[in-house]
C-alpha cells in the first residue's frame, strides 16, 4: 500500500470516527445517567471548524479528548480550547480544564476557566469555575463568581452575563459587584 493511499485510508477512518460521534451526540436524554464507568466512545485530539455563512473561520474548538457514554446526550471533553471571532473580528480565547457540548452545540465549560480576549496584551481576562457559550458562542454567561481583569481594573462579582456578537461589547456582572482600579 503506497503512502497516498495509507493517507486516505486514515482520513477515511477520521472522517468516520467523527460521524459515529456526531450520531452519538444526537441522541439520548440530557439528563440521563451514565450507564458505565467507561465512555462508550472516545477520540482523542478532536478538533472542529465552524465557518460562517460568508466562509469565515469563526470558531475553532480542540480538545485533548471526547469521551461519550450511551445514555448521556452530551460529551464531555477534556482540555477544551475555544478560539473563536465575534463580527468586528476581534478574537476570543477560552479555555478550561473540562468541557461538555450537548446535542444543541452549546458548550459549557468548567473548572478554571478563562475567557481571554486576544491577543493577551488586549488585556481583557475573566476567570471563573463554570462558563455557557450558546450555540453561536456570541452569548456568554455564568452563575458563577468571576473575577474580571482589564488593564488596571479589577473587578469581582457572582453572575456574568456577555453578550460578544455586539457592535460595543456588553458585559454584565449581576450580583455583589466590586471593583478597584490599580
Given amino acids: 500500500m503506497s503512502g497516498l493511499q495509507r493517507a486516505g485510508l486514515l482520513a477515511l477512518l477520521a472522517l468516520s470516527l467523527a460521524g459515529a460521534a456526531l450520531l452519538y451526540l444526537s441522541r439520548g436524554d440530557a439528563g440521563a445517567a451514565r450507564s458505565a464507568e467507561r465512555p462508550d466512545l472516545a477520540i482523542d485530539q478532536p478538533h472542529w471548524r465552524i465557518f460562517n455563512q460568508q466562509g469565515r473561520l469563526t470558531r475553532e474548538l480542540r480538545a485533548t479528548r471526547l469521551e461519550k457514554w450511551p445514555d448521556d446526550s452530551s460529551a464531555r ?3 477544551p ?3 473563536l471571532s465575534d463580527r468586528r473580528a ?3 480565547l477560552a479555555l478550561a480544564r ?3 457540548l450537548d446535542q444543541n ?3 459549557r465549560l468548567e473548572q478554571d476557566v ?3 480576549r486576544q491577543p493577551p496584551a488586549a488585556a481583557l481576562l475573566l476567570r471563573t469555575e463554570r462558563l455557557r457559550l450558546d450555540e453561536t458562542a456570541a452569548v456568554v454567561d455564568t452563575d458563577q463568581p468571576v473575577v474580571l481583569t482589564a488593564g488596571n481594573w479589577h473587578f469581582t462579582a457572582i453572575g456574568l452575563r456577555a453578550e460578544l456578537d455586539q457592535p460595543q461589547l456588553q458585559l454584565q456582572l449581576l450580583e455583589n459587584v466590586r471593583g478597584t482600579h490599580d
Fill in 105 to 107: 452545540r452549546q458548550l
Fill in 77 to 79: 471533553l477534556l482540555a
Fill in 98 to 100: 473540562v468541557g461538555w
Fill in 81 to 83: 480550547r475555544l478560539q
Fill in 114 to 116: 478563562r475567557l481571554q
Fill in 90 to 92: 476581534q478574537r476570543w
